[in-house]
């Protein structure tokens, strides 16, 4: 059985920082595309930060130059850091996992639609 589950997900204050990691198993996920993406109450699910199979990474404009995704060698875990964080970003944040034909270039992995796999979701609360 596929599995995603998220952790690291907390409270923090405007500017603070958290980390996101995301442990796959039943696969291996070391060729798989990986991606965060985070649902706001109200709004749609939208891409945060991809990284395919050979470390190439897509952000969104939002968060560039503050969030970081990287994943272990063996793809197991998927992480990603969020420095700066803003009251705005307040949602809930899932993990999700594409197999390889279904991405073919760097935006792709900012596409909902082309994952099939996705964890639970982890709550991320910035205060003012």
């Known amino acids: 059985e596929v599995q995603l589950v998220e952790s690291g997900g907390g409270s923090v204050q405007a500017g603070g920082s958290l980390r996101l990691s995301c442990r796959a198993s039943?696969?291996?996920?070391?060729?798989?595309?990986m991606a965060w993406f985070l649902r706001a109450p109200g709004n749609e699910r939208e891409g945060v930060a991809g990284i395919d199979s050979d470390g190439n990474t897509n952000y969104a404009n939002s968060v560039k130059g503050r969030f970081t995704v990287s994943k272990d060698n063996a793809g197991i875990t998927l992480y990603l850091q969020m420095n700066n964080l803003k009251p705005e970003e307040t949602a809930i944040y899932y993990c999700?996992?594409?197999?390889?034909?279904?991405?073919?270039?760097?935006?792709?992995?900012?596409?909902?639609?082309?994952?099939?796999?996705w964890g639970q979701g982890a709550q991320v609360t910035v205060s003012s």
């Open positions: 039943g696969y291996a996920f070391s060729s798989y595309g």
């Open positions: 999700a996992a594409a197999t390889p034909l279904r991405i073919t270039t760097i935006q792709d992995l900012g596409v909902p639609g082309l994952f099939g796999y």
